[in-house]
């Protein structure tokens, strides 16, 4: 909280309106694309594995469990509703391991380019 200041400062943009303040919650958590799911030689391209920000247990991670995910990334070109911002879709599957990892997959595979960006889990649909 700021000194001397009316009101206080939010990691997140709030709308101010007139005198009261209006926080608008964020609807995903942020993750890391860390690889794919792979044995010592093999690697299977079409599960990735996600580190949730927050989530350190198996058990904190079953709540992401059924979640949207998106990769959101830059094209060079303009589409069709002028923008450049292209989104990949995918699902959070299952665990992986106990350290809060989470396995999912993707409409299209993510390309290996993407491994160490941040992707965004989304908190819906809910399961509760």
Do not use: C
């Not at 699902?91 to 409409?107: E, I, L, M, Q, Y």
């Amino acid at each position: 909280e700021k000194k001397g200041s009316d009101f206080q400062v939010f990691d997140y943009p709030i709308l101010i309106a007139s005198e009261t303040a209006v926080i608008m919650p964020k609807l995903y958590s942020s993750a890391v694309f860390t690889g794919y799911k792979r044995s010592q030689r093999n690697q299977t391209n079409h599960t990735s594995l996600l580190k949730i920000e927050g989530v350190n247990t198996k058990q904190d991670a079953e709540f992401y469990l059924g979640k949207r995910v998106v990769y959101l990334y830059k094209a060079k070109t303009v589409d069709q509703n002028g923008s450049k911002v292209r989104a990949l879709w995918g699902r959070v599957t299952r665990p992986h391991g106990s350290g809060g990892t989470v396995r999912a997959k993707f409409a299209h595979n993510l390309p290996a380019s993407a491994i160490g960006s941040s992707v965004r889990v989304m908190l819906y649909p809910s399961r509760v």
